[in-house]
């Protein structure tokens, strides 16, 4: 069963920039599709970012230009670097398939608040 682990989160003010680690128990990261997902209070969970099997990336419309997804396989592990945070991007953020149907077990996700 993979086990996925994220962490980097924390508090930063306005502006501020956080570099997020999505590790993974096995290799899955060149042979899957990843997601970064977050979650905001009272809101429902959203896919932010993604990267294929073979390294092609995409970010959500409103983020382009202040987050990146990149991975490094060998290490089993995806990155979020966030970059310009603003309050709206505080939120829970997890990372998974980016698939529904191929979902793994959901991790603890890392918190991530965005205030002066």
């Known amino acids: 069963q993979v086990q996925l682990v994220e962490s980097g989160g924390g508090l930063v003010q306005p502006g501020g920039s956080l570099r997020l680690s999505c590790t993974a128990s096995?290799?899955?990261?060149?042979?899957?599709?990843m997601g970064w997902y977050r979650q905001a209070p009272t809101k429902q969970r959203e896919e932010i970012a993604y990267?294929?099997?073979?390294?092609?990336?995409a970010v959500e419309g409103s983020l382009k230009g202040r987050f990146t997804i990149s991975k490094d396989t060998a290490q089993n592990t995806m990155y979020l670097q966030m970059n310009n945070l603003k309050p709206e991007d505080t939120a829970v953020y997890y990372c998974n398939h980016k698939f529904v149907e191929q979902w793994f077990p959901w991790g603890q996700g890392t918190q991530v608040t965005v205030s002066s």
């Open positions: 990267i294929t099997k073979d390294g092609v990336t």
């Open positions: 096995s290799s899955i990261f060149s042979n899957y599709d």
